[in-house]
């Protein structure tokens, strides 16, 4: 029963023993008022917030990297770019996670910031994972693809799956979850007609890639190449195991690892949820969205819960605490027309 109850851990990347059961009662419940996803793809996400920010007066820029925040008297002052250029902002938001924000773009002799580095420093990083993206010849349709998510577990106790692959990577994979991004949107047989997708994850430690986590993107050599290879073969199988009919239809797969995400999002240690959902998380009073830096406030999943949902929540307090306003009722209320 135990591990019926607790099989969506995978949404917050913690097994059961060592997770919050608040964070776990959170997530499962928000499940019993249905689910949803954006018509167009994640995507669609951005784009429909893009003209939002831009009648505000602000702008979306890539290929930006913020090196440092800068501060003056502990308070924020503006950001400093990797190329050297300097932007002055009376406010600062950070969504590049608490751990990034405190340890990396800060300076270290900020004494208002002690205790808080201190107990950051006790808790661990959230899992990594490996995500094999799968693209098909056949509708969902043709496939019978109805989009319900999979989670398939070797056995009941998920700690005990875990730890016996952290041991012994040869080990049933603790976790797959199967997701059918197309079979979801009503608008993908429009866009790309006679095509599917699919996606497939496992959790695992970062440290079964931490050797390649210094080596540039698509230059990390043949045995990390040879390893994704097996890896990605692994979760193919589970993945035809589960749904036969894709068999034969598979145009297209791609792996991506620990490493990867290291590379695009930053993670040190290459983790999906920031901070791991323990209860000593969210007994640390001071990492929320106010910080004692002066103008700076942190958003994402590290202000609120893990994942999409909880990312754009913790935005929802941020902008709260930053304009002095509830603002929780507006993501309730319909958007007025663009």
Same mark, same amino acid.
């Given at each position: ?28 419940? $928000? ?91 006790? +808790?661990?990083?959230?899992?990594? $994972? ?9 509708? =969902?349709?043709? +496939? ?45 047989? $429009? ?33 990390? =190449? ?96 930053? +304009? ?15």
């Amino acid at each position: 029963m135990i591990g019926v109850l607790t099989v969506q851990w995978g949404d917050y990347g913690l097994p059961p023993s060592r997770s919050s059961f608040a964070i776990h009662a959170t997530i499962a419940g $928000h499940y019993f008022g249905g689910a949803s996803y954006p018509v167009g793809g994640a995507s669609t996400i951005a784009a429909a917030i893009l003209p939002l920010i831009e009648r505000g007066g602000g702008a979306v820029v890539t290929s930006a990297e913020v090196a440092d925040i800068t501060c003056c008297e502990e308070g924020a002052t503006g950001v400093r770019m990797s190329d050297g250029r300097e932007f002055r902002a009376p406010i600062v938001i950070s969504d590049a996670g608490a751990t990034n924000t405190f340890e990396r773009l800060l300076p270290r002799d900020i004494p208002v910031l002690g205790v808080l580095r201190r107990e950051l420093g006790t +808790l661990p990083a959230s899992t990594a $994972h490996l995500s094999l993206y799968v693209g098909l010849n056949e509708t =969902d349709e043709t +496939l019978g693809l109805t989009g319900t998510n999979l989670w398939v577990y070797p056995g009941f106790d998920h700690d005990e799956n875990l730890q016996q692959f952290a041991a012994n990577q040869e080990s049933p994979l603790p976790v797959v979850y199967i997701s059918f991004p197309s079979s979801k949107d009503p608008d993908f047989r $429009h866009r790309h007609p006679g095509k599917s997708t699919i996606e497939v994850i496992t959790l695992l430690p970062y440290d079964a890639f931490e050797r390649w986590g210094g080596q540039r993107w698509k230059h990390r050599g043949e045995e990390y =190449d040879l390893l994704k290879q097996q890896l990605a073969a692994r979760l193919r199988h589970e993945l035809e195991r589960q749904e036969p009919a894709v068999a034969g239809h598979i145009d297209y797969t791609e792996l991506s690892t620990p490493v990867s995400t290291r590379h695009f999002m930053n993670y040190g240690k290459g983790e999906i949820y920031g901070i791991a959902s323990t209860p000593a998380r969210y007994a640390i009073r001071e990492l929320g969205a106010r910080t004692p830096i002066r103008n700076l406030y942190l958003t994402g999943q590290d202000v609120a819960s893990p994942g999409i949902v909880g990312a754009m929540y913790g935005g929802v307090i941020s902008a709260s605490v930053a +304009l002095g306003k509830n603002l929780m009722g507006a993501v309730s209320k319909p958007l007025p027309p663009s």
